[in-house]
């Protein structure tokens, strides 16, 4: 079965720090760029970064540059985000995503809810 | 930070045919990258509609179409059914972002 899933999500005081993971299942993992994508509440959705194939390549959305940072280990089939400097704002729920033909996300996790609250 | 821009709701009775559209800029859609839709169930992830443009993924009606001109792409869904109620976005590459930009989101309701 073709799929990934996500982990790491909880609950955090403001300034505190998470990491997420994403185990992809079912497809050659090593050959996609991967990235990450949030949804707050009842809002839209937002990128939050991306990674090249060998992991050497990183871009990031302004609101998270210098707090988050993505990862890959190719032999273990896993993406993370390590979230740190957290604000209430980045609550959400983050999805793990393959970037497939014309820059568009083909698979699509369940998602992990990260809630940052005093 | 949606840089595209979508109306916030459309509606339209079962069988028939509606449009939402996606407006951008020089920096995305009006520099030549690809539009791509998706669909969204409340309480579900999103889901691929339609990639570069046009195109398909396997499993997705023929009753969703996509298309693309200047700075705008619209979707269409044609034969309207009760299961396409769902949000939908659209979502572009940007230079500005070097990273995507999504619409603001559309509500579909079937009457």
Not at chain 1, 94 to 114: E, N
Not at chain 2, 24 to 35: E, L, P, Q, R, T
Not at chain 2, 45 to 65: M, Q
Request: hydrophobic content about 30%; glycine content about 12%; charged content about 15%.
């Amino acid at each position: 079965d073709v799929k990934v899933v996500e982990s790491g999500g909880g609950s955090v005081q403001p300034g505190g720090s998470l990491r997420l993971s994403c185990s992809a299942f079912g497809f050659a993992f090593n050959r996609y760029p991967m990235h990450w994508v949030r949804q707050a509440p009842g809002k839209g959705l937002d990128f939050v970064s991306s990674i090249n194939t060998d992991g050497r390549t990183k871009y990031y959305a302004d609101s998270v540059r210098g707090r988050f940072t993505i990862s890959r280990d190719n032999s273990k089939n896993t993406l993370y985000l390590q979230m740190s400097g957290l604000r209430t704002e980045d609550s959400a729920v983050y999805y793990c995503v393959q970037q497939f033909d014309g820059y568009s996300y083909d698979k699509w996790g369940q998602g992990t809810l990260v809630t940052v609250s005093s | 930070q949606s840089v595209l821009t979508q109306p916030p709701s459309v509606s339209g009775a079962p069988g028939q045919r509606v449009t939402i559209s996606c407006t951008g800029s020089s920096s995305n859609i009006g520099a030549g990258y690809d539009v791509n839709w998706y669909q969204q169930v409340p309480g579900t992830a999103p889901k691929l509609l339609i990639h570069s443009n046009t195109n398909r993924p396997s499993g997705v009606p023929d009753r969703f179409s996509g298309s693309k001109s200047g700075t705008s792409a619209s979707l269409a869904i044609s034969g309207l059914q009760a299961e396409d109620e769902a949000d939908y976005y659209c979502q572009s590459y940007d230079t500005s972002l070097t990273g995507s930009a999504f619409g603001t989101g559309t509500m579909l309701t079937v009457l």
